[in-house]
């Protein structure tokens, strides 16, 4: 079993920064993959990035690609989205995964394939 929980979130003008973090607990977090997918009003979870066990791969989406990074300790059962130039367009509640697979495959994009989920953390971008 893993468990998630999200931080950081909150309001920031458009081209703003904020940093996301995900706190696991839970003896296989070192050897799951994680992820973040967000949630507007109104729309369906959208897949933003991924990263593999080991901190190597990470896949992003193309909204989001060149914007954010995600990474990892395994150390401290973290993972990080540091997320830059925000838009309006990222205002959303955003969830931490974390799966039993360990690597990235292209069924990553798709919430089906998530076993673990946090709770969730508001992010709202201002114009």
């Known amino acids: 079993q893993v468990q998630l929980v999200e931080s950081g979130g909150g309001m920031v003008q458009a081209g703003g920064s904020l940093r996301l973090s995900c706190a696991a607990s839970?003896?296989?977090?070192?050897?799951?993959?994680a992820g973040w997918f967000r949630q507007a009003p109104g729309k369906e979870r959208e897949f933003v990035a991924a990263i593999n066990w080991g901190g190597v791969v990470t896949y992003y989406s193309e909204s989001v690609k060149d914007r954010f990074n995600i990474s990892r300790d395994n150390a401290k059962k973290q993972v990080d989205l540091q997320m830059n130039s925000l838009k309006p367009e990222d205002t959303a509640v955003y969830f931490c995964?974390?799966?039993?697979?360990?690597?990235?495959?292209?069924?990553?994009?798709?919430?089906?394939?998530?076993?673990?989920w946090g709770q969730g953390t508001q992010v709202t971008v201002s114009p």
């Open positions: 839970g003896r296989t977090f070192t050897s799951s993959a």
């Open positions: 995964v974390a799966d039993s697979l360990g690597t990235l495959t292209i069924h990553v994009r798709t919430p089906a394939h998530w076993d673990y």
